[in-house]
C-alpha cells in the first residue's frame, strides 16, 4: 500500500520541468551573486580595498576574504537544513535568495579603503560572511526540493539541473566582466566598472524570488513531514545513525569546492599577479564554464546507469590529472 501510494504522488513529466526549471534557475541567480566576489577578488579588491599591500599580497588577503566565507557555510547549512527540514524547503531557499542578495547589492554601493579606511575592508569580509552562511543554506536546501520532486531512477539526471546554476551562475559575472574590461579603461573599471555586475543583482534576485515562490513542496517531503512531525532533532538523527556517511559526504564536496576554487578563482589570480591580460583569463574561464555546464546533466544521467560513485572517482581523476598541466601553462 505505501508503494502505491508513493507512486501515485509521483509529479508529472509536466511538473519535473517546471520544478528543474525553476530550481536551476534560482540556483543560478544565487551563485550569480556568490560568485561576482569570486570574480572581483580576483580582479580589483586588491587594488579598491587592500592598497597597502604589495599587489600579489594585496590580491592574496582579497581572497582570503573569499575564503572566509567557506569556514561559516557548514554553519547556513546546518541551520537551514534544520529549518529546511522543520518548515520546508521553499521558506529556506527564499531567505536565503534575500540573504546573498541583499549583500551582493551593498557590496555595489559601498565606500572603498580611499573613503573610508580600514573599514572598508572588515565590512567586505561580513558580507563575504553573509554570502557564505546563505549559500551554505541553499546548498542543501536546493538539491533536495529538485531530488524529492524527481522519480528514483532519474535523480542524479534531476539533481544536475541544481548543480548546473553554479557554472552558469559564473558565466554571468565572467561575461559582465569580460565585457566591462574590453569597454572600460583600466581607470574607469577601476572607478566604477566594477560596481556594475554587483548592482544589476537587485534585478536577478527579483527574477529569483519570483521563481522560488512559485515552487512548492514535493509529495515525498510532505509525506516525510506528516509521519515525523515530532522528530524534533533531525541532526543527531544523522550524528548518532549515519556518521561514516555524513563523513563521506562532507569529505566528497570538499574536495570538489577546493578544486573549482582553485581553478576558478586562484588560477585567475594567479595569472593576472604573472602578467596574463584579464580579458584573457576572463574568456578563457568563460570557455571552461561553458563546457562544465554542458557536461553536467551528461553526467548526471550516467550516474542513475552505472551509479554515483564510479562518476565521482572519473571526475576526481581528471582534476587530478589536469590540475599540474593548467598551474605549468601560466607559470
Known sequence: MENKGTAAAEPSANMMRRV???SCIGTTVEWYDFFIYA??????????FFPSFDPLVGSLVALATYAAGFFVRPI???LFGYLGDRYGRKSALVTTLLIVGIATFIIGLMPT????GIAAPLILLFIRMLHGFGIGGEQGNAILIMCEHAPPKKRGFFGSWVQMGAPAGFILPLGIFAVLTSLLSPQAFLSWGWRIP????VVLVGV????????????????MRKRRADDAHPLLEIL????RFLILGCGSKFAESVAFTSFAVLVTAYATSRGVSRPVMTSASLVAIVLELVSMPLFGALSDRIGRKPVYIFGAAMVLLSAFPAFALIY
Open 20 to 22: 528543474a526549471i525553476a
Open 240 to 243: 548518532c545513525k549515519y556518521p
Open 208 to 223: 529569483g524570488l519570483y521563481i522560488r515562490l512559485s515552487l512548492t513542496e514535493s509529495p515525498l517531503f510532505l509525506e
Open 198 to 201: 554587483f548592482l544589476l543583482s
Open 76 to 78: 547556513g547549512g546546518l
Open 113 to 116: 579603503y580611499d573613503n573610508i
Open 39 to 48: 570574480t572581483a577578488s580576483a580582479l580589483v579588491f586588491n587594488k579598491l
